[in-house]
């Protein structure tokens, strides 16, 4: 079973290594099923995106999905994410995240990003993405650094969004 691990768990902070062809997830033979529990864990927490570091492995993958965005409108395990192209344009726009219960805190990240993905079935595909949809690619991406979104504002601005 797999589940949410809260921060500070240890895999938050690690960086994940590249997925290979070779690659397994523990207690899974096949991809399919294991992206079908990795979406239904992420919809039961009321996510928008759910990075491997967050349930305890450390490769690059992550979910990502909702009904208002453009090119993941569907639900989908994206493979090897990466940004090719950033924006010079940042906004600033309020974040919540699945290993932060309760805590929601405006972050600044470029506006835009153009990026490179694998997909499930090994395709590898780009996109450009805008609003809230470039703003989760980016949290989730930054999961699989070991970043966690608390790093990328201010302490004051932590601490007043914890208060
Ligand atoms: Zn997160």
Redesign the pocket.
């Known amino acids: 079973m797999i589940k949410v691990y809260q921060y500070p768990h240890e895999t938050l902070l690690q960086t994940s290594t590249p997925w290979t062809e070779d690659d397994r997830i523990d207690g899974y033979d096949d991809l399919e099923r294991f992206e079908r529990d990795m979406i239904k864990l992420m919809l039961d927490e009321k996510?928008m995106?759910?990075?491997s570091n967050?349930i305890g492995i450390t490769k690059r993958f992550f979910v990502i999905g909702h009904e208002s965005f453009d090119t993941f409108q569907k639900h989908a395990i994206i493979w090897n994410p990466q940004v090719i192209k950033a924006s010079e344009e940042k906004v600033i726009d309020v974040?919540?995240?699945?290993?932060?219960k309760d805590i929601f805190v405006k972050v600044e990240r470029p506006k835009t990003v153009e990026v490179q993905y694998e997909t499930t079935q090994g395709k590898t595909r780009f996109a450009k993405l805008d609003g809230m949809e470039s703003k989760c690619f980016q949290?989730?991406l930054?999961?699989l650094e070991g970043i966690?979104?608390n790093k990328r504002v201010s302490k004051l601005r932590w601490q007043m969004a914890n208060g």
């Open positions: 996510g995106g759910l990075a967050q974040e919540g995240c699945l290993s932060f949290h989730e930054d999961h966690t979104f």
